[in-house]
């Protein structure tokens, strides 16, 4: 029973922070909309309906946007999403009841996917909650979540976590990791089109310096055509449904772009502690900030070089690419495959995730005294608290 202890009171942490997050967005029994999330909730409410009498739910639907014939359910699946907000309605019955549910779940989950994958890089327990509530409560994901609702993109944001578990793990030689990665590849695709897009490019970029360096071999390309197989069972259906409709209709699909996060707006905002649903300010707020300046000045230190060297290099090159300075908006890229990630900001996802992995080594090769993280981890609570 003692060994369950540490187990138990993590579960309740992480469930205590999830209720605490979501409940101001519930305040006055009340959820504000946005665009997206009344789009979302359409969506939820078509699958919800079909469910209810024993059928799939139609890919068109006549929601959102002026009711015009809209392929939302078989253009953006909503398998992974009804897991969180549908199977608490069928339960519940009250659609604001589900919601919370739904949206407490979301975090729940989201948090222990990121602390199975923290697990695999720290022993210590205070850095794994620490990394794992950051990578759960940080503004870029609280955007996702309660200013933009962009509910399909929040689930995947859960599920990149299980991504780079199998990958360590199959990088390592250990089992199961075929398994993560097939289940964090799955449920994505059944979440987030473009998230799919974005984790699938860090993956290859992340393969390619692979083998540069010579340390890819035939057992991990075994591993990860396996784990490919078994992610395209998992979301057979939602991928089916979009090659068909794309196949055999004329598609209207909303319009590319590479709108660049503005660093001085972003700034202002991260001073502000503000989430507003604007692609110019997408930040990973003042904590993910802090995380990615010490990181880098730690780079200078060759006392301090690591494993979590180049995670921090990925998330820095990353970050850049997600800011004006590069101009990539007024790039040939734009009118490419690429233009369909329409703002860079959602290129923070991938930040956060390399953050959490790059501190959580740091931290744990360093063997920094606990009382300072437990001292971060106390502002973290604090600042994000006041939001």
């Not at 390592?172 to 289940?183: E, M, T």
């Not at 409709?245 to 972003?266: D, Q, Y």
């Not at 490419?336 to 959602?346: A, C, E, M, T, W």
Request: glycine letters at 6%; aromatic letters at 12%; a positive charge.
């Amino acid at each position: 029973m003692a060994s369950r202890r540490p187990l138990l009171l993590t579960l309740t942490i992480f469930v205590i922070t999830a209720i605490i997050v979501t409940l101001p967005a519930f305040s006055g029994n009340f959820l504000k909309l946005t665009m997206d999330g009344g789009i979302h909730l359409s969506r939820l409410e078509s699958v919800f309906g079909a469910f209810s009498v024993g059928k799939l739910p139609p890919l068109v639907n006549f929601i959102g946007l002026g009711d015009h014939v809209n392929a939302f359910n078989g253009m953006y699946p909503w398998f992974s999403t009804a897991l969180f907000f549908t199977l608490p309605r069928l339960i519940l019955g009250s659609p604001m009841q589900s919601m919370f549910v739904g949206y407490v779940l979301l975090n729940l989950v989201t948090m222990l996917n990121a602390y199975l994958l923290v697990k695999e890089l720290s022993s210590d327990n205070i850095v794994r909650i620490f990394s794992a509530i950051f990578y759960g409560v940080n503004a870029y994901h609280l955007t996702l979540l309660f200013s933009r609702e962009a509910l399909g993109e929040a689930v995947a944001y859960t599920f990149a976590p299980l991504v780079m578990l199998g990958c360590l793990r199959i990088w390592s030689g250990k089992n199961k990791g075929p398994v993560y990665l097939a289940i964090g590849m799955g449920m994505i695709a059944n979440s987030h089109v473009i998230s799919l897009f974005l984790i699938c490019l860090l993956l290859i970029v992340i393969e390619f310096t692979r083998i540069f360096f010579k340390k890819v071999n035939l057992i991990e390309i075994k591993r990860f055509l396996i784990s490919g197989l078994i992610a395209a069972l998992i979301s057979c259906y939602s991928l089916l449904n979009i090659v068909k409709i794309a196949s055999t209709n004329k598609m209207f699909t909303p319009t590319k772009g590479l709108a660049p996060v503005i660093p001085s707006k972003m700034v202002s905002a991260v001073l502000d502690n503000s989430i507003q649903d604007d692609r110019y300010i997408f930040n990973i707020g003042l904590v993910g900030l802090i995380l990615i300046i010490f990181l880098c000045v730690e780079l200078f230190k060759k006392d301090k070089i690591g494993n979590w060297v180049p995670w921090t290099v990925f998330a820095v090159i990353l970050f850049i690419c997600t800011t004006s300075w590069l101009q990539l908006e007024n790039t040939r890229l734009k009118d490419s495959v690429f233009g369909n990630i329409q703002f860079l900001g959602r290129i923070s996802a991938l930040i956060v995730l390399l953050i959490t992995i790059a501190i959580t080594i740091y931290l744990e090769e360093q063997k920094v005294h606990k009382k300072y993280i437990l001292l971060i981890y106390k502002f973290f609570i604090n600042f994000n608290g006041c939001r």
